[in-house]
């Protein structure tokens, strides 16, 4: 027997013409693609499981301080009606603290999407059966696929609200990506009268998988989440963190064309732009920015101050003050985590790609490029 979703995918126009034979194939086998793709991405929520539970990476998130902001934003947000949550995608501890931040104040769970590559083994079941994500095939350019997600989302927004990464996956740069639309255009095909987005920017004062990320540089494959995970176990070894959860203003899409590219395209930067603007501006980012191969801790305050001055002028969401307040928070944690090297008074540079890494994380929000280290 189907359940609703499905009979409800299963019912819209576009699976009824691609059953039709609108990209080549009809029938029987058409339908088995369509079905075995809703399977895949069906999921169960079941939040009080997920609180008893938490996670097996609990251990490592109890290393990571969770500080949400305007949280008043997503309340009255879901109070009126549907909400899409639009996050960047800097950790895969994202998915887990952006949610429990979501679990810990009293504001309804949403389905998040996140890559198929995390829904293999043990962790796949608690993904699936518990946490309520949906996984998603990157990348693909399987028509019957991308019909089957499209319209499964649509149909989840009706009775969900849904969190996503509009860059796809984690920036293994640094840096902010653009958009990609397959999953914005889902959300807004939903039609659903009351539907908003909220802009949401995650920052951590250290990512877990700093090194893994800035080692690869770009992403050339995709990895099992098991060979993921004991990476993240080594580097946590000393680990500790802050991670910010900022809420931006609701952006209602009432306006948007969803049958538009270039509406939904447009629109998807808009999001972009804003979740740009929340990320919250640490000490470590601002340090990695002011660098050079050796500075005096003196010299480099001051190049920190130069670059927050800038910030602040700009609006962002500033989390250090002054630049002796970035000097004196982010030493610490950077030379323990082998970035940076503090002797005699003097700053050098240890791991040169990892200190890059975090300062192409304020890219988009300096107007000349990051001063990282040359």
């Given amino acids: 027997m189907l359940d609703e979703i499905t009979q409800a995918v299963l019912s819209r126009e576009e699976i009824a013409k691609y059953l039709e034979g609108?990209?080549?194939e009809?029938?029987?086998?058409?339908?088995e693609r369509i079905t075995g793709y809703l399977e895949e991405l069906r999921t169960t929520q079941r939040p009080s499981f997920y609180r008893a539970l938490k996670h097996p990476l609990y251990p490592i998130l109890r290393k990571i301080e969770r500080h949400p902001e305007h949280l008043e934003r997503v309340r009255a947000a879901t109070r009126a009606g549907r909400v899409i949550y639009a996050s960047n995608h800097k950790s895969h501890t994202d998915y887990l603290v952006e949610l429990l931040v979501l679990d810990e104040n009293g504001v309804r769970p949403p389905i998040i999407a996140a890559g198929i590559n995390l829904f293999g083994g043990p962790l796949g079941l608690l993904h699936r059966h518990v946490t309520g994500a949906m996984p998603i095939r990157r990348n693909t350019k399987d028509p019957a696929y991308l019909i089957t997600l499209k319209a499964y989302v649509a149909e989840l927004l009706r009775k969900h609200d849904f969190f996503f990464y509009p860059e796809g996956g984690r920036s293994y740069s640094g840096e902010m990506k653009s958009p990609k639309t397959g999953l914005m255009h889902a959300a807004l095909q939903a039609d659903h009268a009351q539907l908003v987005v909220i802009p949401t920017a995650v920052a951590y004062d250290l990512i877990l998988e700093d090194h893994?990320?800035?080692?690869?540089?770009i992403k050339r494959s995709q990895?099992?989440?098991s060979s993921e995970i004991a990476e993240m176990v080594r580097y946590a070894v000393g680990y500790?963190?802050?991670a910010f959860v900022t809420f931006g203003a609701a952006?209602?899409?009432?306006?948007?064309?969803?049958?538009?590219?270039?509406?939904?395209l447009d629109f998807s930067h808009t999001v972009m732009g804003a979740i740009g603007r929340l990320v919250k501006v640490l000490p470590t980012a601002v340090v990695a920015n002011a660098m050079r191969p050796s500075v005096t801790r003196s010299d480099l305050a001051g190049r920190c101050e130069a670059i927050i001055e800038t910030l602040r002028a700009q609006g962002a969401n500033l989390g250090?003050?002054?630049?002796a307040e970035a000097v004196d928070a982010a030493l610490e944690p950077?030379?323990?985590r082998g970035v940076l090297v503090v002797e005699r008074g003097r700053v050098r540079v240890r791991d040169r790609n990892v200190l890059k890494f975090y300062a192409r994380s304020l890219e988009h929000l300096l107007a000349s490029p990051s001063r990282h280290t040359h």
Avoid: M
């Fill in 334 to 336: 950077l030379e323990s």
């Fill in 251 to 264: 952006i209602p899409v009432g306006n948007i064309d969803a049958d538009s590219r270039r509406e939904v």
């Fill in 22 to 24: 609108s990209h080549g």
């Fill in 223 to 225: 990895r099992a989440f």
């Fill in 212 to 217: 893994v990320l800035a080692r690869q540089k």
């Fill in 240 to 242: 500790r963190s802050r």
């Fill in 320 to 323: 250090v003050e002054t630049g």
């Fill in 26 to 31: 009809s029938g029987s086998a058409a339908r």
